[in-house]
């Protein structure tokens, strides 16, 4: 307890009072401190982060890359469109109502819907989505008179890849679909995600694929000054996006639209090239498919149409599918009996119908047997016997190495989708291969009875389309073997420069243009006089050629009864050609699943190819099925 | 002509109880508000203006009032202070969370604002009334009046304004003589109870802690202003990146520019030269208000008048540290400078009781 006087109530005070003084200059002083730290000592650093804020690198997207034919036709272009698109992560509240309100001002439709959702599964959510595509100048108006109920969604003009032919050239035009993780990884193995901002398509499959960084170009960049909100507020500097190279084919369109329709309702592959330099005129793999479903991201029902349906519309069969070669075996067994002095071509045989080989027998196509054949009539009435001998005086292991040589059973390097993994390798059979093939012992032998089939293109044997069209354009060629390629130039979008993407060192095989010459002389006895004689009836051109028809199944000496037998248990038949015969401009490969035989089915789609080829004639309807021929040959 | 009427005295009449010092740095401090509305919030300038003409007028009114009269009032304003409080907790309207104002039917209130004079006032009463005999138990009594509507305010929740009418309050008993030993052992007790306010603390408050302690943690949520406005300071530099030339503020990178976070708006546009400029008249302004109550003729003046000057320094630390990354954010707003109607007022209350106090400070006490 203590009494005051005023005088020292006022000391105390004034006391009390220079100390909250001091505490308010040391305060003071302490958020001077803090100033002189973030605006002297740290104003770089500071002043980085909000230059870092305030700018922003916005790609620019190129253009991507036209695909031309050889003559210029566009197979594969871009249109500007606007799309409705939706940045998840900027959504408030239910994803699913805001759609539904959204639907009330634009069309959205349940399979919008359902593209939608799986286009959410396979982002990250930051990612702005479509939800719309390609929506009319109205519906884009409406849109932005309600936009201010739609945060997080927006109006954006893309551009789309669109295919104008539809559904033709499918399988070596390939599509492009939304950027995945293997994309993702492909394009870190290239060293080119810089480039790679803001893209969000990316080649699938076929050419769009193989030739995805000429075609995709290099991405320009805008600097803009943003807010928080992230809305550019204008642009400091910008770099122009280079659009991608346009790739001019080596493929000639009508060619190949004639080609395909040759085909009408049946499954196969053609593969027709240009023997003097490797390029392919066409490429045919049918049913067929519209690689434009796949641009926006395909629907459910139609992802399972293609994929459930029993014709395999998506498998490139002129790539994938391997079948045995059957009789077009026949002209390079020959070449390589004159090549290894096996057989020389005036030498006969007697074919009596069969082929006795311990205690099997090899049965001739034809009753009776062709009599005395030499090796001019066996290719001209494809002489099975002949062959079977052939085969057994060979031995697996030359045959083998004969016919690596003119690329069977090995991957030709075409330019569509992933080097290696694009193309099968099919089989050529070997001892070798028998070996790695089989784990068991026993079934790693190679049997001596194994080669005799091999000789008529049967048994183990299994090549891919693009590889029959390749040693029939080596065979053209003379033994000069090119590389089958689509792309013959890539115009360099900065210079306009045309280049050719793939270096084409040919390699020669070594065989006696002599020994060439009797089997392609056979061969143009096969369209004069032999087994393609129907087919190419009345042509304008000498041509040369060889039917075959490949076993899908072993009848081991039964009557072949193909009217009776299922569909997909039925031959396939096929044939190969060059024409003309002298000069050769062209040669193909015509495969027809369960076509029968090669000269009733695959024959006259050749010639439909060639005559269009050669002489401009355009058909006007599919290539019809020769019922008659069947009679003839295996 | 009525000499009365004559244009010079109404003149006279109209400023003598304005004290020229206290108006010439608060008027720049407005000015300064009104440019940095302008650069962050151009649309709002009008209304400012609006504020800042109001906020004046009440100033000079209570400039008019006699400390006596303010005497008087405190304990009835005080007590109908405490009543409105209660109301809020009872029926106040929600908003964002908070109990904090009051619908009267005719307009809504904030009773809470009104404390920060109302405590003072009343303190500085309690203890002019004591004056001759200080005992402890007085200072017992002083704060539970400053901690129960402290306590309704915190529990509102308003951190910022429960802030600013504890510091308000301790001013007073401190300035009054709170003994030594008490200030320590509070001191001391407040070290202890920290972790139990802690759990006390709503969890917005906590986060606040957190996020000050570490802001980088969470660079998108809570930590977001605080990083933002440090980087808008430091990317200021010495002389700031000019008026309305700040690219944080402009593309609005900073959280209610505006009002609590305009300093970092203020500090990025003019740099440590400008800060150090503000700084400078918040020490004046508070160096001529310890002034006015060292010169005070009473005790409750002296106490009114200290503690109200030191309330616009806890304003001003409090503002300033918060969006420089010292303190946590409190809403707090810098003294004159924010937009806003209701702080402004409040703030030239207490300019008007200064100017009131100054003008009486010869005046003997009845």
Redesign the interface.
């Known amino acids: ?4 006087n005023p005088q020292e ?2 000391e ?3 006391n ?2 220079t100390i ?2 001091g505490f ?2 040391f ?2 002083g ?3 401190a ?3 730290w ?3 000592v ?2 770089a ?3 980085t ?3 870092d ?2 700018i922003s690198l916005v790609p620019i997207v190129p253009n991507r890359g036209l695909i031309l034919d050889r003559n210029g036709v566009i197979l594969a272009r871009n249109y500007s469109a606007y799309t409705l698109e939706i940045t998840p992560s900027k959504i408030n509240g239910d994803l699913e109502a805001a759609i539904d309100e959204l639907a009330t001002v634009v069309d959205v439709q349940a399979k919008d819907r359902k593209r939608f959702k799986k286009l959410l599964e396979e982002s990250k959510n930051f990612e702005s989505l479509p939800i719309r595509t390609r929506l009319t100048d109205e519906e884009v108006a409406r849109f932005i008179a309600h936009r201010y109920r739609f945060p997080g969604m927006d109006i954006k003009a893309r551009l789309f890849r669109q295919y104008p032919f539809g559904a033709f050239a499918a399988h070596l035009l390939g599509y492009i679909g939304r950027v995945n993780d293997k994309d993702l990884e492909r394009i870190a193995g290239e060293e080119q995600e810089a480039n790679y901002r803001g893209t969000d398509h990316f080649g699938k499959t076929g050419l769009e694929q193989h030739y995805e960084f000429d075609l995709h170009g290099t991405t320009g960049f805008e600097q803009v ?5 992230g809305h550019a ?1 204008r642009t400091l500097e910008r770099t122009a996006p280079v659009a991608g190279n346009d790739l001019t084919l080596t493929v000639d369109a009508k060619l190949q639209e004639i080609a395909e329709k040759a085909f009408g309702t049946r499954r196969g592959a053609l593969v027709a090239i240009e023997p003097a330099t490797g390029g392919i005129l066409a490429l045919v793999s049918v049913p067929n498919y519209d690689p434009n479903l796949f641009v926006d991201g395909i629907g459910t029902s139609d992802w399972d149409g293609l994929n459930t349906s029993a014709d395999k519309p998506m498998v490139n069969r002129a790539l994938n599918g391997a079948y045995p070669p059957g009789s077009t075996f026949k002209p390079y067994m020959a070449l390589a009996a004159l090549t290894l002095g096996k057989r020389r071509p005036e030498q006969v045989i007697y074919d009596p119908g069969y082929f006795n080989f311990g205690n099997y027998t090899f049965r001739d196509d034809k009753k009776g047997g062709h009599g005395m054949v030499n090796m001019y009539a066996s290719i001209v009435h494809s002489c099975d016997t002949y062959y079977y001998m052939l085969a057994n005086d060979l031995g697996i292991d030359n045959i083998a190495n004969f016919m690596r040589q003119f690329g069977f059973g090995q991957k030709t390097g075409i330019d569509l989708g992933i080097e290696g993994t694009s193309e099968s390798e099919g089989v050529l059979p070997s001892q070798e291969w028998k070996r790695k093939r089989f784990k068991k012992p026993e079934q790693q032998k190679w049997y001596a009875g194994e080669t005799i089939s091999i000789g008529i293109g049967q048994g183990y044997n299994s090549y891919t389309p693009i590889q029959l069209a390749q040693a029939v354009a080596g065979l053209a060629n003379d033994g000069v073997m090119y590389r089958p390629h689509l792309v013959r130039t890539v115009t360099d979008a900065r210079t306009g420069e045309k280049r050719a993407p793939v270096p084409t060192p040919p390699r020669t095989i070594a065989i006696k243009q002599e020994h060439i010459d009797v089997v392609k002389q056979a061969m143009v006895g096969v369209n004069k006089e032999g087994t393609g004689a129907r087919a190419f009836a009345g042509a304008g051109y000498v041509s040369a050629g060889k039917t075959g028809t490949a076993q899908v199944f072993s009848y081991k000496g039964a009557e072949h009864k193909t009217e009776t037998m299922a569909a997909h248990l039925r031959d396939h038949a096929l044939f190969i050609a060059y024409a003309p015969a002298e000069q050769p401009t062209i040669a193909l490969a015509v495969l027809v699943e369960n076509g029968g035989f090669g000269a009733q089915a695959a024959a006259p789609i050749a010639r439909q190819v060639l005559d269009y080829y050669l002489l401009g004639k355009v058909p006007n309807a599919p290539a019809p099925a020769d019922e008659a021929a069947r009679e003839e040959e295996q | 002509m009525n000499p009365d009427w004559h244009p010079r005295v109404l003149l006279y009449r109209l400023l003598a109880p304005i004290d020229l010092p206290l108006l010439m740095l608060s008027g720049l401090l407005v000015l300064t508000a009104l440019a940095m509305v302008a650069s962050a919030s151009p649309e709002r300038i009008g209304n400012q203006l609006l504020n800042i003409g109001v906020a004046l007028l009440v100033m000079r009114i209570v400039a008019q009032v006699p400390p006596q009269r303010l005497m008087h009032l405190a304990l009835p304003i005080f007590a109908g202070g405490v009543l409105l409080l209660v109301g809020v907790a009872l029926f106040g309207d929600v908003t964002k969370g908070a109990r904090r104002w009051l619908n009267l039917g005719f307009m809504r209130i904030q009773p809470s604002e009104m404390m920060k004079i109302a405590m003072p006032l009343m303190l500085a009463w309690y203890f002019q009334r004591h ?5 402890l138990r007085d200072y017992a009594v002083a704060t539970l009046i400053l901690l129960v509507p402290t306590a309704l305010i915190a529990r509102q929740p308003d951190l910022g304004t429960a802030i600013l009418v504890l510091a308000a309050g301790f ?1 007073v008993i ?2 009054a ?1 709170l003994p030594w030993k008490i200030i320590v052992g509070m001191l001391g007790a407040a070290a202890a109870g920290a972790p139990l306010v802690w759990g006390m603390l709503h969890d917005y408050q906590r986060a606040r802690i957190v996020t000050l302690l570490d802001p980088e943690k969470d660079p998108l949520g809570k930590g977001f202003h605080i990083i ?1 406005s ?9 002389i700031g990146k000019g008026w309305g030339q700040g ?2 503020a402009q ?3 900073i959280p209610e520019r505006h009002t609590d976070f305009i300093f970092s708006v203020f ?1 990025e546009e003019f ?2 030269l400008g ?2 400029l503000l ?1 400078g008249l ?2 004046m302004l ?2 001529r208000g ?1 002034m006015i ?2 010169n005070a003729a009473t ?1 409750f003046s ?2 009114l008048a ?1 503690a109200i000057t ?1 309330i616009f ?1 806890t304003y001003a ?1 409090v503002n ?2 918060m969006v ?3 303190l946590p954010v409190v809403g707090v707003p810098l003294p004159f400078i924010s937009y806003g109607g209701t702080a402004l007022v409040t703030l030239f209350v207490g300019i008007g009781i200064l100017m009131s106090i100054h003008r009486h400070r010869m005046l003997v006490q009845k």
Not at chain 2, 131 to 135: D, G, I, P, T, Y
Not at chain 2, 231 to 237: D, K
Request: glycine fraction near 10%; include cysteine; charge should be positive.
């Open positions: 307890m203590e009494f005051k109530d006022l105390r005070f004034r009390r009072l909250a003084g308010v200059l305060c003071f302490l958020l001077f803090r100033f002189f973030l605006q002297i740290q104003h650093y500071y002043d982060r909000a230059e804020n305030r000054e943003v807010d928080a909100g507020v | 004056e001759a005999l200080l005992r001013y401190f300035l003589g933002q440090t980087i808008a300071i430091g990317s200021g530099g010495i690219t944080q593309l609005e990178f500090s740099g440590l800060n150090m700084l918040y020490a508070i160096a310890m109550a060292v005790l002296r106490l200290g030191l320094f630390f300033m540290g420089s990354g010292i």
